[in-house]
């Protein structure tokens, strides 16, 4: 038996398997773009159109996934988190994932953290929270993960508490200049002393290839005018009315070590200490970009690249690779 949805877009097939899946097929009509277009799947039909009315067609499947796929969010946290602190130290922890999405990334977190954490996921917009409940109520994990709403860009939802870990998964990026000047004192205010905030995946500022917004070489070093004109001219995914505030929202500037340290030890001192990774073979930055990225395409040049980046590390004492996972302890 199979639900057909027919939309302007793209065609949705949702086809019964028999042993308690789906299988999800989206069939674009038009031009429009779809990353992933299969996918068998666990959620009731429900779960699936509910995923479809908050995501589209387009990012149907790739939503399903990143709470599913095993080599997606899961792959991303093993490494960006527990390479830094093992598993038992979250037993009992409160744990904030702030930009919580539609709650795939706080449904990975509970089943990977004991039972015992509590996972409080914050977004912003009120249809993703909505889809983020119904995942709860699908996994039967409302006793220890809720989501709220944040009232606006630059604060959290008001008595929200203090946490003893923070999980910013590829969030930082997307704020504004002033938005990372005041939302990471404000959620370091709320982590407990010998906390930790977990940035995740956030592009690195000064990479010679801007891979995470518009795919072209060089233009990290250009001034920002000359960097929007370049995006709106050369990059194919880039409209040429894209504004400047647009493509920092979408992530063009990434981050940077020095940055976000100068943000949370700019009042009295030093509060952060920048843990290094250390688990399950990691030593340093590299190791762990390279972790992450293995299971993506191309893992030849992606050995490759480890070992290009090794060598401007041994020549120039610069640590430079596309994107950086950190973890920031709050100092006792």
């Excluded at 891979?211 to 001034?223: E, K, S, V």
């Excluded at 009042?267 to 920048?274: I, Y």
């Excluded at 070992?307 to 640590?319: D, E, L, P, Q």
Aim: hydrophobic share 40%.
């Amino acid at each position: 038996m199979a639900t057909v949805l027919n939309l302007s877009n793209a065609s949705v097939r949702i086809e019964e398997c028999g042993y308690g899946k789906r299988m999800v097929s989206v069939e674009p009509t038009g031009s429009l773009f779809v990353p992933v277009r299969t996918w068998e799947t666990a959620y009731p039909l429900d779960l699936v159109e509910h995923v479809l009315r908050v995501k589209g067609p387009a990012y149907l499947c790739d939503e399903i996934m990143r709470d599913e796929d095993p080599l997606y969010v899961q792959h991303c946290f093993l490494w960006s988190i527990l390479s830094y602190v093992e598993e038992n130290a979250f037993a009992g922890q409160r744990v904030l994932d702030f930009g919580s999405g539609s709650g795939a990334s706080s449904m990975v977190l509970a089943r990977m953290l004991p039972s015992t954490a509590e996972i409080v996921g914050v977004e912003l917009g009120p249809e993703h929270i909505e889809l983020a409940r119904h995942r709860v109520r699908f996994y039967g994990v409302d006793d220890r993960v809720s989501f709220h709403l944040s009232p606006d860009p630059n604060s959290l939802p008001r008595g929200i508490g203090q946490f003893d870990s923070i999980i910013l998964s590829g969030v930082y990026e997307h704020l504004l200049p002033n938005e990372r000047r005041t939302l990471l004192p404000l959620l370091w205010s709320h982590l407990r002393a010998g906390g930790v905030i977990f940035l995740d995946q956030t592009p690195y500022r000064w990479f010679p290839i801007e891979m995470h917004t518009t795919g072209l070489a060089l233009i990290n070093y250009l001034p920002d005018r000359l960097t929007l004109a370049c995006a709106r001219r050369f990059s194919k995914r880039v409209t040429p009315d894209a504004s400047w505030p647009e493509l920092l929202r979408r992530g063009i500037r990434g981050g940077t070590i020095r940055e976000i340290m100068g943000i949370l030890n700019r009042d009295d001192g030093r509060k952060a200490e920048l843990l290094k990774p250390s688990r399950f073979g990691v030593k340093d930055q590299i190791d762990l970009w390279y972790r992450l990225s293995s299971t993506a395409r191309w893992p030849i040049a992606k050995k490759l690249m480890m070992w290009g980046f090794r060598v401007v590390k041994a020549t120039t004492g610069i640590t430079m690779i596309p994107s950086l996972s950190l973890a920031l302890q709050k100092v006792r």
